[in-house]
C-alpha cells in the first residue's frame, strides 16, 4: 500500500475515489496534491482544506505519478489516514440486511470492482479474509471508485467464521456455486441475507459452502452453464485476472463457461437487491463509520473538468457528475 514518507498515512489517487476522501472524510486528510486543470473543479475542497489549515500543492503530471507511486493518478493523489472500520460486532449491531463476504479473492482490481458494484446495491459492508492477497489498497480504492468510502471493508482471519455469525445473528447465507441446486433467477431470497464468492481456482471453503443454506449457480443460455468463476470447485481450472475460459474439445468449438468473479457479483447483488423488497440503494447511502458515530462534514458536490482539459491524464474515466 502506498504511504506518504512523512507520516502513517495511505495516498488515494484517481479522480473520482480521491474526491470521495475529500468529500466524506475532510477530517482525515493531511495532503492533497492535483495537477493544474484540476483546480477548477477542487475549490470547494480548497478552500475548506484553507480553512482547516491542510497542505495543498499544485504539482506536475511527473510529480503526481511520484506522489501516487502509479501513473494512474488521473490528475489528483491526497494523503490521508485509512478510513476507521467497525468490528464485526459493531456491524451485527447495525442489523445489516445484506452482506457480501469474499474468501480468497486475491486480485486488488477484482476486489475494487466488487466494492464498487457492492456500495451501488446498497450491500452494508463487504468482508474479506486477511492476507488473501488483496486488501483496500490504493489501487483496490482507485477501481472502487469511491465505493471504499461507502460501505465498510472489513479484513478478517476467517470469513467461514464470520459467516457462522451472521448466521447465528439470524442471516441467510446463500453461497456462488457452478454445481449448486438452486438457480439464481429462481432462488427465493430470505433477508436479512449474505452472498459468498470464493477464488476463481479453489471456489468456496469447504467449511464455508457446509455453512450455506442454499449453493446457488448463474444459469446461462449456452450449451453449459454460463457460471462464476468465482465459483469452481477446488481442482478446477479458472482464474480472476481474464475473467473467463473457454472449453471444448474436437467435437465443436470452444464454449465460455464462466464469469469474472466481479462480473459474477454484480449478477449476484443485482439480482439479490432487486428482490430485497428495497432495490437498489444506490451509492452514496451509507454513513461512513466513525467512532462516537460523529460525521465529517460534506464539502460541496462539484463537476471534473471537460473532457479536452482531461486528455493528458491515463486512463482518466470520463466525467458523470
Not at 216 to 229: E, K, S
Not at 280 to 299: L, M, N
Not at 308 to 314: E, F, K, P, S, T
Request: charged share 20%.
Amino acid at each position: 500500500m502506498a504511504r506518504h514518507p512523512d507520516d502513517n498515512l495511505i495516498v488515494v489517487y484517481g479522480w473520482f475515489a480521491a474526491r470521495a476522501v475529500l468529500a466524506r472524510r475532510m477530517a482525515d486528510v493531511a495532503r492533497i496534491h492535483y495537477a493544474p486543470d484540476r483546480l477548477q473543479a477542487l475549490k470547494p475542497f480548497l478552500k475548506e482544506a484553507a480553512r482547516r489549515r491542510l497542505v495543498y500543492r499544485q504539482n506536475s503530471l511527473d510529480e503526481l505519478t511520484r506522489v501516487a507511486r502509479s501513473e494512474h493518478h488521473e490528475g489528483i493523489a491526497v494523503a490521508c489516514r485509512p478510513a476507521a472500520q467497525p468490528s464485526i460486532d459493531d456491524l451485527l449491531r447495525r442489523g445489516p440486511r445484506l452482506v457480501t463476504l469474499l474468501e480468497w479473492v486475491e486480485n486488488p482490481h477484482n476486489l475494487g470492482a466488487i466494492l464498487r458494484t457492492a456500495a451501488f446495491f446498497g450491500c452494508d459492508a463487504l468482508i474479506v479474509e486477511r492476507g488473501g492477497g488483496a486488501d483496500l489498497s490504493p489501487a483496490t480504492m482507485r477501481t472502487a471508485e469511491g465505493g471504499a468510502e461507502s460501505i465498510p471493508c472489513l479484513a478478517v482471519e476467517s470469513v467461514a467464521a464470520v459467516a457462522a455469525r451472521l448466521r447465528a445473528a439470524g442471516h441467510a447465507l446463500y453461497g456462488a456455486d457452478p454445481r449448486g441446486g438452486v438457480s439464481l433467477f429462481d432462488l427465493a431470497p430470505r433477508f436479512p441475507c449474505a452472498l459468498a464468492l470464493g477464488n476463481e481456482r479453489r471456489g468456496l471453503s469447504p467449511a464455508l459452502r457446509a455453512a450455506c443454506d442454499a449453493l446457488v449457480r448463474i444459469p446461462g443460455p449456452g450449451p453449459g452453464p454460463a457460471v462464476a468463476a468465482s465459483q469452481a470447485p477446488a481442482g478446477r481450472g479458472g482464474r480472476e485476472r481474464g475473467g473467463s475460459r473457454a472449453t471444448g474439445g474436437a467435437s465443436g468449438p470452444p464454449v465460455l463457461d464462466s464469469l469474472n468473479v466481479s462480473v459474477a457479483a454484480g449478477v449476484f447483488l443485482a439480482t439479490l437487491a432487486a428482490r430485497s423488497g428495497a432495490g437498489a440503494a444506490g451509492p452514496g447511502t451509507h454513513e461512513p463509520f466513525s467512532p462516537g458515530a460523529t460525521r465529517t462534514e460534506v464539502v460541496p458536490h462539484v463537476r471534473p473538468p471537460p473532457a479536452a482539459q482531461r486528455a493528458a491524464y491515463r486512463d482518466a474515466p470520463p466525467p458523470r457528475g
